[in-house]
C-alpha cells in the first residue's frame, strides 16, 4: 500500500442488523473490501444482541486494521423505545472501536447524504446510485444496511471528521426555523 492509503470501517448500527462496509482509499481512489452485516434478529435477549455487536466489530477491526472508523448516528425516530436500543447498539460498535485504539467519528444521516449526492435530503436510490459510480464495489447486491455503513466510510473518507456528531441539526441556523419548537410544530401527531 502506497503512504496515501489507509482503510476506514463504516458502520450502521443497528439492534436486529448492524451493516458494515471496509472501505480501502487510495489518493482519490476507493475500494470496497468487504461489506455486509451483523445478523443478531435471532437472538432474543438485547444484552446478547450488543454483545454479538460488539464481538464482530471487534473480529472486524482485527481482521482489516483500519486506521479510522465512522459510525452513523441517529436523530430522532417514532418509537423512544426503539430509539433506546439503536443507541445501544451504536454504543457497542463504540465501545468495540474504542477498545481497539481506533479513532471513531459519528455522522449524522444528512451529513453522510450531502457529502455523496450533495443534497442531505437525499434518497437511499440516490446515495447507492453515486456509491456505484464513486466506489469499486464488491460483487454482490448491497442491501441498505451495507450501503448506509459504506456511505458513511465515504462521507469520512472526504470529509476527515467534518460535519460530524457535535453539529447539533437541531440548532438554529441560517436556513429559517428550527430546533425543538419548530420540530413540535411540524410533527403534532408524534408529541403526546
Not at 27 to 47: Q, W
Not at 128 to 138: C, I
Not at 151 to 173: E, F, L, T, Y
Request: proline residues 5%.
Amino acid at each position: 500500500m502506497s503512504s496515501a492509503s489507509r482503510i476506514i470501517l463504516g458502520l450502521d448500527p443497528g439492534s436486529r442488523k448492524t451493516g458494515y462496509a471496509v472501505l480501502k482509499c487510495i489518493d482519490n481512489r476507493f475500494e470496497a473490501l468487504e461489506c455486509g452485516l451483523i445478523r443478531a434478529e435471532k437472538l432474543e435477549d438485547h444484552a446478547d444482541r450488543l454483545k454479538l455487536i460488539q464481538d464482530e466489530v471487534t473480529r472486524l477491526i482485527r481482521k482489516y486494521n483500519p486506521q479510522e472508523c465512522a459510525v452513523e448516528t441517529p436523530v430522532y425516530g417514532k418509537d423512544p423505545l426503539a430509539m433506546l436500543k439503536l443507541g445501544r447498539a451504536q454504543a457497542a460498535c463504540i465501545l468495540a472501536i474504542v477498545n481497539e485504539d481506533i479513532t471513531v467519528t459519528e455522522y449524522y444521516p444528512k451529513a453522510v447524504k450531502k457529502a455523496i449526492t450533495g443534497n442531505g435530503n437525499a434518497d437511499k436510490g440516490q446515495v447507492a446510485y453515486m456509491l456505484a459510480r464513486l466506489v469499486n464495489m464488491p460483487d454482490q447486491e448491497l442491501g441498505n444496511d451495507e450501503t448506509d455503513a459504506l456511505a458513511v466510510a465515504w462521507c469520512h473518507s472526504v470529509r476527515g471528521g467534518k460535519d460530524v456528531i457535535n453539529q447539533n441539526p437541531m440548532k438554529p441556523g441560517r436556513r429559517g426555523k428550527k430546533g425543538w419548537a419548530a420540530f413540535v410544530e411540524s410533527n403534532p401527531d408524534r408529541v403526546k
